[in-house]
């Protein structure tokens, strides 16, 4: 192995942390590295510390404090990266209190400016107290199980980069799912003026509920992209910049001054008939706008392996303490529902069914 067991552990944080589809994944001084040569660098780096058996049953902590590392640095950024803009994203210490706060509530606010008045130079002023409230989140584990059987391992068919590969994406798309509830219960608590819902997509009923948002501070529009596809304005202001747009990646970016965000998406099961996130939302959100969506990462994330003595094979589990809730909803939040694009969408799922990555590598996540 060329690579001491720091430098490993840092490039298979790199490669976690790279975006595959980037000409340039990683650049050390003059040197610039796609991201299939960090990745085939990885994997043979892998292969020479645990890559047999004997290797395995040397090396095997080096593995465990390597996937706890990447699981433990990389998912709360994974998740920043796909949900930052609406969802406060932290971590805290093993055993440390959660506990998320916002500095003036909305109500404080609301109560501050009634006494703001006309006085006199030398009056006698009423006094208004700001109040700030906070909230604690429980966190709770998230993770699961891949079982690696005997003879594929010997056989070089499993390598432990699909161990990782499958833990990274299994807790992120665990959590994602934990968000889209949350969103839904976003949607439940925001007050009647501040939603919509109905049949297609309504340009004059969006433009009211961007004017309501528009008073807190210039909003941004975060929606899937199934539903910003529909987002298409009258025929007699679709521009050849719009339909080139449209033509090329199937939206468009800005609807009258106002950024139009993609969601990420993904299924919930093999046959891609359940998606996590609803298709039919449009969340309209102003800027500086408390964010009401609050994911906790509490501790490092924790590995071990069981040995089933009937085959050989062995299961190496993990997990991550996190905890995902609702907190301080914007006056100025609101939310479109295209019914069209929701219709058949069940959002009361929120299992990891499985997901395989190599020939007798078996991942199935749950949580609790």
């Not at 700030?132 to 993770?143: L, N, Q, V």
């Not at 939310?335 to 069940?346: I, K, M, P, Q, R």
């Amino acid at each position: 192995m060329a690579l001491d067991k720091r430098n490993l552990i840092e490039l298979a944080k790199t490669v976690a942390k790279a975006n595959p589809s980037a000409s340039v994944a990683y650049s050390f001084g003059d040197k610039q590295y796609s991201y299939s040569q960090l990745d085939s660098t990885l994997r043979k780096e892998l292969n020479e510390l645990v890559g047999t058996p004997s290797l395995w049953r040397q090396n095997k902590n080096i593995a465990f404090e390597l996937i706890e590392e990447v699981l433990t640095e990389v998912t709360p950024k994974k998740i920043l990266e796909a949900y930052g803009q609406f969802a406060d994203i932290r971590t805290f210490n093993q055993g440390e209190k959660v506990i998320f706060r916002t500095k003036i509530t909305e109500a404080s606010k609301n109560r501050a400016k009634k006494f703001i008045t006309k006085v006199g130079l030398a009056g006698v002023y009423e006094v208004f107290k700001l109040d700030g409230a906070s909230m604690e989140i429980p966190t709770s584990a998230i993770g699961g199980a891949a079982q690696i059987g005997f003879e594929e391992y010997l056989d070089g068919d499993i390598e432990m980069s699909d161990v990782l590969d499958i833990a990274l994406e299994g807790l992120n798309e665990s959590i994602y799912r934990e968000i889209a509830q949350a969103l839904k219960s976003v949607v439940a608590k925001i007050q009647s003026a501040n939603k919509v819902s109905t049949t297609g997509f309504d340009q004059a009923k969006m433009d009211e509920l961007i004017a309501v948002a528009d008073v807190y501070g210039h909003s941004t529009i975060y929606c899937t992209y199934e539903f910003a596809a529909t987002m298409v304005p009258d025929s007699g202001w679709v521009s050849n910049e719009m339909k080139n747009a449209m033509w090329t990646q199937g939206y468009i970016a800005s609807y009258k001054g106002h950024n139009v965000v993609i969601l990420p998406q993904s299924f919930e099961d093999s046959k891609n008939q359940q998606k996590v996130m609803n298709p039919g939302l449009a969340f309209i959100i102003p800027t500086g706008a408390e964010k009401p969506v609050k994911v906790a990462f509490e501790g490092q994330a924790q590995t071990r392996e069981l040995e089933n003595r009937g085959d050989w094979s062995r299961e190496i589990q993990f997990y991550q303490k996190v905890g995902v809730a609702v907190f301080g909803i914007n006056n100025g939040i609101c939310v479109y529902e295209n019914t069209t694009l929701s219709a058949g969408f069940d959002a009361t799922e929120g299992k990891v069914k499985s997901l395989n990555a190599a020939p007798g590598l078996d991942a199935t996540y749950t949580e609790g």
